[in-house]
Nanobody
Framework: QVQLVESGGGLVQPGGSLRLSCAAS????????MGWYRQAPGKQRELVAS??????DYADSVKGRFTISRDNPKNTMYLQMNSLKPEDTAVYYC??????????????WGQGTQVTVSS
């Protein structure tokens, strides 16, 4: 059973920083692309950042403030969020394309972690 677990969310003041983690566990043969998404109340889920191999991409709204990275031996992805703004408030989800140990390819989502930026 493959699962993704996010952590690191919380309440932070505008201008502050948070680091989110997404750990994949279970029978994993390999992990392809990974990404962070967010969903604010009343809005659609949107892609924040993605990483595949050495290639990264960011939403315009977070460029220069957020950094996505991976630790492949630990099957873990990170999102360093700096200069946070109230509009960054949302539930953040990680997503990964994973080839399981039984060579079954699927897309997995984490359960989400709340990020609230407020004074």
């Amino acid at each position: 059973q493959v699962q993704l677990v996010e952590s690191g969310g919380g309440l932070v003041q505008p201008g502050g920083s948070l680091r989110l983690s997404c750990a994949a566990s279970g029978s994993i043969f390999s992990i392809n692309a990974m990404g962070w998404y967010r969903q604010a109340p009343g809005k659609q889920r949107e892609l924040v950042a993605s990483i595949r191999g050495g290639w990264t991409d960011y939403a315009d709204s977070v460029k220069g403030r957020f950094t996505i990275s991976r630790d492949n031996p630990k099957n873990t992805m990170y999102l360093q969020m700096n200069s946070l703004k109230p509009e960054d408030t949302a539930v953040y989800y990680c997503k990964a394309g994973i080839l399981s140990g039984s060579l079954w390819s699927n897309v997995y989502w984490g359960q989400g972690t709340q990020v609230t930026v407020s004074s």
